[in-house]
């Protein structure tokens, strides 16, 4: 059983960087991946990155890729998102998930992903 707890969030304003990490209470399987979702109020849950723990290849939406980073420390067995020239609709609550086996087709499916951690909030906001 893996727990995930993410932590990082806040209050910033536009254009400025944050990081949250998601530790996970147990050892990542080398078939693992591990991503990050975020949630605006009515709106669905979408993919934001995603990283095989093993190889360390990422995947990025569109809407972030340049600006996000995702990573992971494999010795803490915790991930992170490091979060660049943020915007106000960078706004949501942004969830870790974790899943093992997961194929490269799913990896943007929150479906693959069998852990979740509580979520943290980041607001954008002058």
């Known amino acids: 059983q893996v727990e995930l707890v993410e932590s990082g969030g806040g209050l910033v304003r536009p254009g400025a960087s944050l990081r949250v990490s998601c530790a996970s209470s147990g050892r990542m399987s080398s078939s693992s991946a591990m991503a990050w979702f975020r949630q605006s109020p009515g709106k669905e849950r979408e993919f934001v990155a995603a990283i095989r723990w093993s190889g360390g290849s990422t995947h990025y939406a569109d809407s972030v890729k340049g600006r996000f980073t995702i990573s992971r420390d494999k010795a803490k067995n915790t991930g992170y998102l490091q979060m660049e020239s943020l915007n106000v609709e960078d706004t949501a609550v942004y969830y870790c998930?974790?899943?093992?086996?997961?194929?490269?087709?799913?990896?943007?499916?929150?479906?693959?992903?069998?852990?979740w951690g509580q979520g943290t909030q980041v607001t954008v906001s002058s």
């Open positions: 998930a974790a899943g093992m086996g997961v194929i490269l087709s799913s990896l943007r499916m929150a479906d693959a992903y069998s852990y």
